[in-house]
């Protein structure tokens, strides 16, 4: 997935001689809280907050150019960037919003926060059978029924407690990935026990073709 997959495209942009007034009932109307600021030709020149509006209405400046953060301090984002390092900067920078630019600089959308959460929580509501599912086309030659036997295994080896693969199956039917990260502690512990279930599977594979 690429930024430019994550980004939204319906986004205002300003000019360095609008006015902060005029932009301050913009921005209040559309209820965003940056806005990005472009040249003649939709490049990204500046970037204006509602904190700088406040700013600017309190000490009386009159254009977005008075008031609005140079390019040199904007993080942007091109739009065949994986979206994974759009969630990166948004994460650890604390972004409420970051622009995306193509290759002539020209804005082109804006990955917002409130979308990364949005996307993240869909996620968490895939059922953890659609990942076995993945993992099963992966694992070519590997039946279903051999990767629940060997995900019971590796339950067992986990938890100390014996399950049924048609128990385990009917676990990971109900339950979705949010809830699985969870139950296991974490991503970490989540995924290590989908590689174990695939070394497994692989395991018991070759061995019942050495007999």
């Known amino acids: 997935m690429k930024a430019k997959e994550l980004m939204d495209k319906e986004f205002v942009y300003l000019n360095c001689d609008d006015s902060v007034i005029e932009v301050s009932?913009?921005?209040?109307?559309?209820?965003?809280?940056?806005?990005?600021?472009?040249?003649?030709?939709?490049?990204?020149?500046?970037?204006?907050?509602?904190?700088?509006i406040t700013r600017g209405l309190r000490e009386g400046n009159e254009k977005i150019v008075e008031i609005m953060s140079s390019y040199e301090e904007i993080t942007t984002i091109h739009e065949d960037a994986p979206a994974r390092l759009a969630v990166i900067e948004t994460a650890d920078n604390k972004f409420v919003t970051l622009p995306v630019v193509n290759d002539d600089n020209q804005v082109i959308g804006i990955v917002r926060s409130c979308d990364i959460v949005k996307l993240l929580s869909s996620l968490y509501d895939i059922k953890v059978s659609k990942l076995y599912e993945a993992m099963q086309h992966q694992l070519k030659g590997v039946t279903w029924e051999e990767l629940m036997a060997a995900s019971a295994l590796v339950s067992k080896k986990t938890t100390g407690k014996k399950i049924s693969p048609e128990e385990y199956e009917a676990n990971i039917m109900n339950s979705t990935f949010g809830e699985a990260i969870w139950a296991t502690g974490g991503l970490e512990k989540f995924f290590a026990g989908l590689i174990s279930v695939g070394e497994m599977v692989i395991a018991r594979k070759v061995g019942r073709a050495k007999k």
């Open 25 to 52: 009932k913009i921005m209040e109307e559309i209820r965003r809280f940056t806005c990005p600021v472009v040249n003649d030709d939709k490049q990204l020149v500046g970037w204006v907050t509602s904190f700088d």
